[in-house]
């Protein structure tokens, strides 16, 4: 709606909807400043798709013409143009670090998790001994209600290695949450979920970007958000020299392709660095 809302279902052609996310993408914008991103065209693209499938299935369509259609030609979007650096990261946690969130903000710049992965995070997830943690569920919110619902895609379930610094921030944040259970009595609620507010209740997605965003701007640094923590993690891990195999997996991507696409900025200057490291152990 508008763009297709009057058109009858029988009438929906592969090319009408080859149309439409054309010209999405290019003046989508509800602002009128131009197209929409290629992710956000996806989406549109994939909700059709999908709605259409359950036409099929009700009998009110023969075929689905979205799989007719030809998927729309989108560049891949440059994730990696305005996201922290490390010294942005280690100036962030340093400036929080006595904070009630300080363990929070850790693990998500140093894990790269997904805003619902951090969420929906428990206690029971973690094994602090041998330092890592493990992607078990999502926490999001539909229509304003927070819900839990598995990982985003089957490589999302997932094990993600802690450094040895996160690992001793959770066991000082586990202290405090306990104190604070103790505190509460019979007010705390119910449940293993890790990051809590004073009275055990996870965090609602929504208020963890809040958060997070007005910290970071009282800190001084670059507007970014959960999202841009993730690929700010991701884009040092590969400037450090990890092999992006070893990030698609941290991060829970469906295949190499995906990780490789998003951070295809990075990868000319791990090749030049590559290519210096042979010529010098040749003695060249």
Known sequence: MPALGRVKLAKLSALQIESFLAEKAESGRLDGKGGLGPASVRRLQVTLNKSLDAAVRKGLLT??????????????????????????????????????????WRVACMTGLRRSELAGLQWGDLDLDSGALSVKRAR??????????????????????LDAESVAELKRWKVVQVAERLRAGTAWES??????????????????????????????LPPTNISGLRHAHSTALLRAGAHPKVVQERLGHSSIK???DIYSSVLPGMQREAVDRLAAMMGG
């Open 63 to 104: 075929t689905n013409p979205a799989t007719l259609a030809d998927k729309p030609r989108l560049p891949a979007r440059d994730v990696t143009e305005d996201v922290w650096t490390p010294d942005h990261m280690a100036e962030f946690l340093e400036a929080t670090k006595a904070e009630r969130h300080a363990a929070l």
């Open 140 to 161: 999001t919110q539909v229509d304003g209600v927070p819900i839990v619902k598995s990982p985003k895609t089957a490589t999302s379930r997932r094990i993600v290695d």
């Open 191 to 220: 449940g293993d979920w890790c990051f809590t507010n004073e009275i055990g209740r996870p965090w609602r997605p929504d208020t963890l970007t809040c958060t997070f965003k007005r910290r970071s701007k009282a800190v001084g």
């Open 258 to 260: 995906v990780t490789m």
